[in-house]
T-cell receptor
Framework: QKEVEQDPGPLSVPEGAIVSLNCTYS??????FMWYRQYSRKGPELLMY????GNKEDGRFTAQVDKSSKYISLFIRDSQPSDSATYLC????????FGTGTSLTVIP | GAGVSQSPRYKVAKRGQDVALRCDPI?????LFWYQQALGQGPEFLTY????????KSGLPSDRFFAERPEGSVSTLKIQRTQQEDSAVYLC????????????FGPGTRLTVL
């Protein structure tokens, strides 16, 4: 079993839609939860960072962590074509563990 | 510098050749990480340095892979006798403290082994 599981998609939505991206993880000792965005042929860039259960909001993005279910989510409101990218969840114990990434396309 | 830089951005090697990939981390960042990202996959951890000390190399796939950071700044990932399965994007990241700190990634080096 991989430490982090993420549905690879691809996911295609119309502009303005709400997008939900999800990951599950296996080790309850994991403490820090991140979402990265990766554009084609670029390195990942950090979007959101949280270490507690609950919601964290930053503009159109909301990160949600449910430690009891070992489940994390990223919600994107009012999605834009510029949001089209691959979204990677990352979780840390002693190392960084990345999900496989979900490819998102927002259609104008 | 402004961010993590990597060179070369693209490398084509013939099977059996040795390659060296360079990473320049953000100035002052203590920790440096190397990842391998296959097409359509997330980054897979290779190795981690804190200053010049290589604290974790558990992700290196074989003894053909070697990384160093002799002065605690620039790092080089070397792959000897490259194989086709080594074809991937090699990402470098740095953080100001340790593994639980936010990592900032470079653009990667895309290695193609023919």
């Amino acid at each position: 079993q991989k430490e982090v599981e993420q549905d690879p998609g691809p996911l295609s939505v119309p502009e303005g839609a709400i997008v939900s991206l999800n990951c599950t993880y296996s080790n309850s000792a994991f403490q820090y939860f991140m979402w990265y965005r990766q554009y084609s042929r670029k390195g990942p860039e950090l979007l959101m960072y949280t270490y507690s259960s609950g919601n964290k909001e930053d503009g159109r993005f909301t990160a949600q962590v449910d430690k009891s279910s070992k489940y994390i989510s990223l919600f994107i409101r009012d999605s834009q074509p510029s949001d089209s990218a691959t979204y990677l969840c990352a979780i840390t114990g002693n190392q960084f563990y990345f999900g496989t990434g979900t490819s998102l396309t927002v259609i104008p | 510098g402004a961010g993590v830089s990597q060179s070369p951005r693209y490398k084509v090697a013939k099977r059996g050749q040795d390659v060296a990939l360079r990473c320049d981390p953000i100035s002052g960042h203590v920790s440096l990480f190397w990842y391998q990202q296959a097409l359509g996959q997330g980054p897979e951890f290779l190795t981690y340095f804190q200053n010049e000390a290589q604290l974790d190399k558990s992700g290196l796939p074989s003894d053909r892979f070697f990384a160093e950071r002799p002065e605690g700044s620039v790092s080089t990932l070397k792959i000897q006798r490259t194989q086709q399965e080594d074809s991937a994007v090699y990402l470098c990241a740095s953080s100001s403290t340790g593994p639980i700190d936010t990592q900032y990634f470079g653009p990667g080096t895309r290695l193609t082994v023919l």
